[in-house]
């Protein structure tokens, strides 16, 4: 996926988003390799599917949850 340059207040922001969950991604990347190397071939479509999106949901809801708390840490709001 290919991502708009930024400008240098944006960018910044972009690094300060990335310090917030740079942190809870590489802990959930652990935990679902964790989860697909337990499972045996049989089982990794189904049930472990599932429950690999919900995961991978909820690490893009704490994103979201980051942006918007630096946001309001920089008390400006941000518009496309």
């Known amino acids: 996926m290919s ?42 479509l189904g049930a472990t599917e599932f429950a690999i999106r919900d995961r991978v949901h909820r690490l893009g809801a704490d994103a979201l949850e980051a942006a918007l708390a630096e946001r309001k840490k920089g008390g400006t709001e941000r518009r496309r």
């Open 3 to 44: 991502t708009t340059p930024l400008d240098d207040n944006r960018e910044q922001t972009a690094q300060e988003i990335y310090k917030r969950i740079k942190g809870r991604f590489d802990e959930e990347a652990l935990a679902l390799a964790r989860m697909l190397a337990a499972r045996e071939d049989r089982h990794l």
